[in-house]
């Protein structure tokens, strides 16, 4: 059992021993963690959960953001590592949320019961989500563990894990609701399923939008070359329409002078998304770019000498990350800005040599034209006190995924 009680205070310190016979460390920062240990848990190819990439995280961290991380031992030996955020929400940011839901007509039955719990996060001066994985990338990016390590241990590890920080988060505020995040929902019954034992509730979320690439696609125009004549009359045209663009790679001095520019473009696209509960700090790609110089990259796009779009990625071993991108509106309602950026990441893992290209879950039915299927997404949430099941389905409704129509761009075999 975990050696704790509800009264007691909880040295993070302390080893603390969990009912399936493994035991966990806590942590705040990922300083306080040993960076071999650490990665010695996280698969090579889980870039965002290694040590590096979480400090340099943690440094950009936004203002309403916290961590917790963990290390999980059987006897002597780490077999599994849990990252951990906490977001902190105002009762104005959490009502400006759930608008879309409350405002809802088919769901005016959960009104009152909406109304007095904003009303009660107000009282108890504010919200707070605990998230396994990542507010900032889909993926599974919150539980990494040896290939020894057997996932159902370890994933019911992480619900004890979890309500140990529950406890220690009662110092600045309860922890309303948990999420844990992003799952690849074929592999899902082999891993994080796991925790629905602990009464977790399960939901689809916007797919990742992936682009494998053919290793006979040694060019852009080997790619377009595979399109059916209708997709790939529609990518010449982006291409001509978005001729006068030009692109160019940010380094250093002229990506620092440029940082406040691109953070708006970037909060442009931001204030766009369905659920959003962190802004990025407006040196998060400075730092990036410092602290990964060889992976993290970022370009700007011109028009009359006026940057007007961005987007940055990170070059891994196994994919090219799609990361941020940033839009002028106004610009893209005269030309197809933002499919031109979907062409260019896609260049880009073709040159690179990389199997595949990881779009991410928005305007999924977009990214299909370019040639992304979808691969679903699962995540699992559990209310605690305070957050009934009342307002937690509406809530659930809303985020799972919109429909859409997927397109083949590609030629019938």
């Known amino acids: 059992m975990i050696r704790t009680s509800n009264k007691e205070k909880i040295n993070l310190k302390e080893v603390i021993l969990l009912s399936s016979g493994l035991s966990m460390r806590l942590f705040t920062s990922i300083k306080e963690v040993d960076e071999i240990v650490w990665n010695t848990v996280i698969p090579e190819d889980n870039f965002f959960l290694k040590w590096e990439y979480l400090n340099a995280f943690e440094k950009n961290r936004p203002q309403n953001l916290s961590f917790h991380y963990a290390l999980i031992s059987d006897g002597d030996k780490s077999i599994a590592a849990f990252y951990f955020q906490v977001v902190y929400?105002?009762?104005e940011q959490i009502a400006f949320i759930l608008e879309p839901i409350t405002s809802s007509s088919r769901l005016n039955a959960v009104g009152n019961g909406l109304r007095e719990w904003i009303k009660k996060c107000k009282e108890e001066n504010g919200f707070r989500l605990l998230v396994s994985g990542n507010n900032f990338i889909s993926g599974e990016y919150g539980v990494g563990m040896l290939k020894s390590a057997e996932p159902e241990k370890v994933f019911l590890a992480l619900a004890e894990?979890?309500?140990?920080?529950?406890?220690?988060?009662?110092?600045?505020?309860?922890?309303?609701?948990?999420l844990v995040k992003d799952y690849f929902?074929?592999?899902s019954k082999e891993t994080s399923d796991f925790i629905r034992r602990k009464r977790y509730y399960r939901f689809s979320v916007e797919p990742e939008m992936i682009v494998k690439l053919a290793p006979e696609w040694k060019s852009f125009e080997n790619y377009l070359e595979s399109f059916s004549k209708k997709y790939r009359n529609r990518a010449k045209s982006v291409l001509k329409?978005?001729?006068?663009?030009?692109?160019?790679?940010?380094?250093?001095?002229?990506?620092?002078?440029?940082?406040?520019?691109?953070?708006?473009l970037y909060y442009n696209v931001f204030e766009k998304a369905k659920f959003r509960l962190s802004v990025l700090s407006p040196e998060y790609f400075v730092d990036m770019k410092n602290?990964?110089?060889?992976?993290?990259?970022?370009?700007?796009?011109?028009?009359?000498?006026?940057?007007?779009?961005f987007r940055s990625g990170f070059h891994l071993s196994t994919h090219l990350e799609a990361h941020f991108i940033g839009i002028d509106y106004s610009v893209n309602a005269d030309i197809?800005?933002?499919?031109?950026?979907?062409?260019?990441?896609?260049?880009?893992?073709?040159?690179s040599q990389l199997p595949e290209v990881f779009l991410g879950r928005t305007a999924a039915e977009m990214k299909s034209t370019?040639?992304?299927?979808?691969?679903?997404?699962?995540?699992?949430?559990?209310?605690?006190?305070?957050?009934?099941?009342?307002?937690?389905?509406?809530?659930?409704?809303?985020?799972?995924?919109?429909?859409?129509?997927?397109?083949?761009?590609?030629?019938?075999?």
């Open 336 to 351: 197809p800005l933002y499919q031109r950026v979907l062409y260019d990441f896609i260049k880009d893992g073709i040159e």
């Open 89 to 91: 929400l105002t009762s």
């Open 291 to 309: 602290a990964f110089p060889d992976k993290f990259f970022i370009y700007a796009y011109e028009l009359n000498g006026k940057i007007v779009g």
């Open 161 to 178: 894990t979890i309500k140990v920080i529950t406890k220690t988060e009662r110092a600045v505020g309860k922890i309303s609701a948990i």
């Open 241 to 264: 329409k978005t001729s006068e663009i030009k692109v160019v790679e940010l380094n250093g001095e002229a990506l620092e002078q440029n940082a406040s520019k691109l953070f708006q």
């Open 370 to 413: 370019v040639g992304a299927t979808a691969e679903n997404l699962v995540c699992y949430i559990r209310h605690r006190n305070g957050l009934s099941n009342q307002v937690i389905r509406p809530f659930i409704d809303y985020l799972k995924p919109s429909e859409w129509v997927p397109r083949n761009p590609f030629k019938e075999e």
């Open 185 to 187: 929902e074929k592999q």
